[in-house]
């Protein structure tokens, strides 16, 4: 185990990123704003700021409506609190959907924040897309399995790899990725024997959630992990805290406060 205290850290790139394939579990979570991504930095290897931002940050139903702007917004935020984790901004739906519009918002995304790489949707139909940002020294990490910014077009939010013809399906996207030049993989919302498969089919990283523990690191997003998201939980969720039921606490505890003018005391009075 060897999380290092904030002082010892160093900087995480993409060779780190590469080299701890089989050799040592990849942490990654995401952050939206400079707070928690300074409090995250002490602890992962990569902070992503995730299109999920739409859900648990912004309320909606799912992650489609969030948009470059909004992206950068959060990852300039993020990026102001990490010093040492690798930075990935998630690109949004629509902001890749040919080469040059890709190519484009990636290079946006370069000039405007600090992130150090792009996560992509898609496997071998969006190939051809990591390919050209790539030999743009772009540094692209994928994203195949359950895809939530094609949940309309799939019909829902289904989990993959239950068949021979999925899960080769599935590698086959993965190796497809790893051609165009990718440097990691994100798989998500797959069937634990499946993504062993996949992560044995490539040499570069695969990054589970929802994909069991034969993957070379997790992901989850920080709302779930910390219990903070409670409209709905997925079963790959672990809750490492109760945090809306603390803050719940400690908010009634501030009001109750305020309403009896026990606060502010002497202590906290100029
Ligand atoms: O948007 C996000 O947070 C993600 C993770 C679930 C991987 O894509």
Redesign the pocket.
């Known amino acids: 185990m060897s999380i290092q205290t904030p002082k010892e850290r160093s900087k995480v790139t993409i060779s780190t990123i590469k080299s701890m394939k089989s050799i040592e579990p990849i942490v990654?979570i995401?952050a939206y704003d400079a707070l928690f991504a300074k409090i995250f930095d002490e602890s992962v290897d990569i902070i992503?700021v995730?299109?999920?931002?739409?859900m648990s940050f912004m309320g909606k139903n799912d992650?489609l409506s969030a948009n470059m702007e909004i992206m950068i917004y959060h990852t300039k935020a993020v990026c102001s609190g990490a010093k040492s984790a690798l930075i990935v901004l998630?690109m949004p739906f629509g902001s890749y959907t040919n080469e040059d519009i890709a190519l484009k918002n990636a290079v946006d995304v370069y000039r405007k924040t600090d992130a150090h790489a792009v996560?992509i949707?898609g496997g071998k139909e969006r190939a051809n897309i990591i390919k050209r940002l790539c030999e743009n020294s772009i540094a692209v990490m994928g994203?195949i399995g359950l895809m939530?910014q094609f949940v309309r077009s799939e019909g829902g939010y289904r989990v993959k790899g239950k068949d021979t013809q999925s899960v080769n399906s599935l590698i086959e996207d993965a190796l497809a990725i790893e051609k165009a030049g990718a440097f990691a993989i994100?798989v998500?919302g797959v069937k634990s024997e499946a993504a062993k498969a996949i992560t044995k089919a490539v040499k570069i990283p695969t990054?589970g959630?929802g994909a069991g523990v034969h993957t070379d690191g997790q992901?989850?997003?920080w709302s779930d992990a910390f219990g903070f998201f409670e409209d709905f939980k997925p079963k790959f969720v672990k809750e490492y805290m109760s945090g809306a039921k603390l803050i719940r606490e400690a908010l009634f505890k501030y009001a109750s406060e305020v309403k009896k003018r026990e606060f502010p005391d002497r202590e906290h009075t100029y």
């Open positions: 990654m995401t992503l995730g299109d999920s931002l739409n992650t998630d996560k949707e994203h939530p994100v998500e990054i959630i992901v989850l997003v």
